[in-house]
């Protein structure tokens, strides 16, 4: 991957809608070979699809909590019923395991304190041996990708 891959990275990272004339015209290509290096950086995998990014509040989303997640358990069919739990519900948006503490964090997105209180008590808190669930409220969102 040369400066141009980066470059032509960069550009789609903004806008992934941009046409193959602007964004060879923003990396100071020709569209031919612009669009050769975008199907090649798809092809290799480095790019690995376009999304379009949605208002949270326009989909009853607004409301994001962060969540550090702690087992009592860590044998394979207490992680494995978690872990496919956590990810079959739509108001997780993120799922990481992590080394170390807390086993996971998780990023979800309800649309407001309520709805929260009832996606903890309904889904959460009835996967067995969850141990510790610490929830963490966003004062201001500073910075996001996508």
Do not use: W
């Not at 141009?4 to 990396?27: K, P």
């Not at 496919?84 to 649309?111: I, K, N, Q, S």
């Amino acid at each position: 991957m040369d400066s141009l891959d980066r470059a032509i990275i960069a550009e789609l990272e903004v806008d992934g809608r941009l046409t193959n004339v602007e964004l060879a015209g923003r990396v100071g290509l020709t569209p031919g070979p612009c669009l050769r290096r975008v199907q090649r950086l798809e092809a290799d995998g480095v790019i690995r699809g376009y999304r379009a990014v949605i208002d949270p509040g326009s989909v009853g989303r607004s409301f994001e909590v962060l969540l550090d997640l702690t087992l009592e358990g860590q044998d394979a069919k207490t992680v494995s019923r978690f872990e496919e739990t956590m990810t079959g519900l739509d108001e997780v948006r993120e799922l990481r395991r992590l080394f170390g503490t807390p086993d996971y964090f998780a990023r979800v997105a309800v649309a407001d304190l309520d709805a929260y209180e009832a996606f903890l008590s309904k889904h959460v808190m009835t996967i067995p041996k969850i141990g510790r669930v610490n929830s963490r409220f966003t004062m201001k969102n500073l910075k996001q990708l996508g």
